[in-house]
């Protein structure tokens, strides 16, 4: 039999899971359409300190330190995007041409030597081993590299497309300025809205979840930047093929709690030294141990605490997007154990198993 009781304590997490796949599912249907307007919201979110800061020290009208701030950084922003993307395009056409053509470098003749040994071993074992899975092994092969190509191929055609890039840019541009202009009415707009108790609900989720606030989700976001440039730069000294592409990656998988840049920094290692580059490899594993070192000097610098996640449930995002092949589904599942956490932790929605009683 089922215990009503029980479900009725979890009913609130069931409310919260359907409105939060409803609105995620919006979300994505719209993203496209919405997304200039969302970042042209977030930009002016980040600059109100400094528009702040010109109306009262500066004594400049609010139009016109809206409109200044918002085009300097916006201005500064794109010539680093231009810069970026002129190298990250460079640097997947060079990958494509050798992709296409074959010319990476081939194993090391030590290595070339083990897997022959490898190879002779097995087949000792089972003449036919290789004869009866050859095809598919070669398959699953040709099979990886093309969904490779494909995603970088997509890739370069969306960096190279400069209408949808300059209208996306355009929108961005246009949108921040008069969010910036307008950002306290929309402000109190928001706020009549959503009403004091809803207000006051997310204020505690977020002071339970992080204690700062704009000031937590600003420190993340600078750890990130940094791991990104130390990751650069490091690549770029070993004379890694495609430093800021895997910079990008090694970003990126910092932003998993269960992954960090040792999934990308171990597989640039092994390969440097399947290559006989054995002082690269070397080289990227020092640089990652340095990365990690930095990460834990700074991270509790910049952050008191962090939201309380399960490694689980972080492991339970990547394999459901991997096993869906949708970045979407990485996206979902890691928001929602996300805003999970912080609304549980401030007490709006029960945990999943009850607190043991005293007897107990």
């Known amino acids: 039999m089922l215990c009503w009781e029980e479900l009725k304590r979890l009913a609130p997490a069931g409310i919260f899971w359907g409105a939060y796949t409803l609105l995620f599912l919006l979300w994505k249907i719209t993203f496209f359409y919405t997304l200039p307007f969302l970042l042209g919201l977030l930009v002016a979110a980040i600059l109100q300190p400094v528009i702040r800061f010109a109306e009262h020290k500066l004594h400049l009208n609010h139009n016109w330190a809206s409109g200044g701030i918002t085009a300097l950084a916006l201005s500064l922003f794109l010539i680093v995007l231009l810069l970026l993307l002129f190298v990250a395009a460079k640097e997947m056409t060079i990958f494509l041409i050798k992709a296409t053509q074959g010319g ?7 290595v070339q030597s ?25 398959e699953f092969f040709k099979n990886s590299a093309g969904l490779a190509v494909t995603i970088l191929s ?7 497309s400069l209408p949808t890039l300059l209208a996306l840019l355009l929108a961005t541009a246009f949108s921040a300025y008069f969010f910036a202009k307008d950002y306290g009415t929309i402000k109190a707009w928001g706020r009549r809205i ?20 704009r000031r937590y989700a600003l420190s993340y976001a600078l750890i990130y930047f940094i791991s990104f440039c130390e990751a650069f730069v490091i690549l770029s000294i070993l ?53 990690t070192c930095i990460r834990q000097v700074v991270e509790p610098k910049l ?6 996640i399960h490694p689980l449930a972080m492991l339970a995002a990547v394999y459901f997007s991997l096993a869906a092949g949708s970045l979407w589904v990485l996206l979902y ?18 945990a999943l198993s009850p607190p043991p009683s005293k007897a107990e």
Not at 115 to 131: K, M
Not at 154 to 160: F, H, M, R
Not at 272 to 277: D, N, T
């Open 114 to 138: 083990f897997f022959r040994q490898i190879g002779g071993f097995f087949q000792s074992l089972d003449g036919n081993f290789w004869e009866r899975n050859r095809q598919n092994l070669v």
């Open 303 to 308: 952050v008191a605490s962090t939201v309380k």
């Open 239 to 291: 004379g890694i093929p495609y430093p800021l592409l895997t910079a990008v990656l090694t970003c990126i998988a910092d932003v998993l709690p269960v992954l960090g840049p040792g999934i990308v920094f171990t597989p640039v290692a092994v390969y440097q030294a399947l290559i006989g580059e054995y002082g690269r490899s070397i080289g990227v594993l020092i640089g990652w141990l340095v990365m």
């Open 154 to 160: 997509q890739a370069l055609a969306v960096l190279t």
């Open 104 to 110: 990476f470098p081939e194993f090391s003749p030590a």
């Open 194 to 213: 959503l009403g004091k108790k809803t207000l006051s609900l997310a204020r505690a989720a977020v002071k339970s979840s992080s204690g700062t606030g």
């Open 333 to 350: 599942t890691a928001g929602f154990f996300t805003l999970y956490a912080m609304l549980r932790t401030a007490g709006i929605l029960p």
